[in-house]
């Protein structure tokens, strides 16, 4: 039988479903992103927010209205389970976050014409060891690829379900990150995207003390390697140490992905979030690294939020001036600890608070891309339309979130390829311009 497997989520997902493709084709099995020729298929879910949960129930539908064998995986499996079942009795399988591994068995059993049982495979309490050892099946191969360092997580904000789903924080040994970027590397990746929960907690653990600096200077040593990208950093993890590291090592990238959440310090406490001065934090961050671009993210609507400390979000924004960032609006979520919270702010209100954040923040990123008018950047090469349009990205870009820059050229390059480009043109999120020959 073929398998077919559809992804949603993070890029923290991404990784798991390619590992549970490793898993099935060590074992032989065949393994197409073409669900229409396969007869299972493996949704592999996201439960962040209940829109990413509409997404992940879709695909499921879909499939079993098209009369496929359909084994959900990820966070949805772990958070709703019986519920989920019941709500749709067609579901052939279920496999928890931290159940990964069992990949290979609950498919062998769905593909069993005589067995008929649904199968579940989901830990009540989930604790994510990665499954080390395995050579993931990756399903986009080209510039750059994410290396998950650690899962799971310590902290309990209050917006927030991933501590329930995914368990305590484990990071993975060092020696088997470095063998595996060495190998991506070999393949042809020329960037690699560091990710977990919170990769500035990395080794804590395992080591009982931040390693994080310590994992960049070794990456920073593999030869055919040009680019390595540091996202989800947690703000009272970013020690002096890791800030020197990042300024220090060539190869990892000038950028940091930082999510605040807020500014208001009565808020961040509600949120059970750092409460300290994180405009300090920001200059030290920018004076030790001065070509450094920051992405942050901040949710709006949060249970209590007043309109005074809207404004000091705001005000807070129009001063840092981040080179990126995103907003959410405040998402309701059962178990976590806003979600009994009185107060909620009505939708109306929160979305008015998104689009004046937006707003503002797309003339500041108009205003920094124009800045970028007349430089030559090294940019790293995406993709190729037939049109004869480069698709590329800078260093302060990072893969499928941020911007892109587009270069119309009849020059030969390929996606992992390094190329200077001098900016012509700018708009709020992406550069255009040509190669310098």
């Not at 789903?165 to 060495?182: A, D, F, T, W």
């Not at 060539?250 to 500014?263: A, G, N, R, T, W």
Request: with cysteine; proline share 3%.
């Amino acid at each position: 039988m073929k398998i077919a497997l559809i992804n949603h989520g993070c890029a923290k997902n991404l990784v798991d479903s390619e590992l549970m493709l490793g898993l099935l084709a060590e074992k032989g099995h065949q393994v197409t992103l073409d669900e229409g020729e396969a007869q299972i298929v493996i949704v592999n879910t996201c439960s962040f927010i209940h829109d990413a949960e509409k997404e992940s129930v879709q695909s499921i539908l879909e499939m079993v209205n098209r009369g496929k064998k359909v084994i959900v995986t990820g966070c949805l499996a772990q958070k709703h389970n019986d519920d989920l079942k019941e709500a749709i009795p067609e579901i052939a399988a279920m496999i928890g976050t931290s159940n990964i591994k069992e990949i290979v068995n609950v498919v062998n059993k769905v593909a069993d014409e005589k067995n008929e049982e649904y199968i579940s495979c989901v830990s009540e309490k989930p604790e994510y060891i990665y499954p080390e050892n395995i050579e993931r099946q990756q399903i986009t191969m080209g510039a750059s690829s994410y290396v998950k360092i650690a899962d799971g997580c310590n902290y309990h904000c209050g917006y927030c379900i991933i501590p329930n789903l995914r368990g305590i924080y484990h990071s993975r040994p060092m020696e088997n990150i470095i063998e595996e970027v060495k190998t991506l590397a070999n393949k042809g990746v020329t960037e690699v995207v560091l990710i977990a929960q919170d990769t500035t907690s990395y080794g804590i653990d395992l080591y009982k003390k931040q390693m994080l600096p310590k994992l960049l200077e070794e990456l920073n040593k593999i030869e055919n390697l040009s680019w390595i990208r540091v996202m989800y950093a947690y703000p009272s993890q970013m020690t002096d140490e890791l800030i020197e590291a990042m300024a220090k090592y060539d190869k990892v990238v000038k950028y940091i992905d930082l999510p605040l959440q807020h500014s208001d310090k009565t808020i961040l406490e509600n949120m059970r979030r750092p409460v300290f001065d994180y405009e300090n934090l920001i200059k030290k961050i920018r004076t030790k690294i001065p070509d450094i671009a920051i992405r942050t993210a901040f949710i709006v609507g949060y249970p209590g939020e007043t309109d005074e400390q809207f404004e000091h979000l705001y005000n807070f924004v129009k001063k840092m001036r981040f080179d990126k960032m995103g907003v959410f609006e405040y998402s309701r979520e059962k178990n976590t600890a806003s979600y009994s919270m009185k107060d909620q702010v009505p939708a109306k209100i929160k979305h008015e608070r998104y689009k004046k954040l937006m707003t503002l923040q797309q003339g500041i990123s108009y205003e920094i891309n124009q800045k970028y008018i007349g430089e030559i950047i090294p940019c790293i090469v995406e993709s190729y339309t037939d049109e004869g349009i480069y698709v590329l990205r800078t260093a302060h870009d990072a893969p499928e979130i941020d911007g892109l820059v587009y270069v119309k050229s009849e020059k030969s390059a390929i996606p992992g390829d390094i190329e200077q480009v001098l900016i012509e043109k700018a708009d709020e999120y992406d550069l255009f311009g040509k190669f310098v020959v």
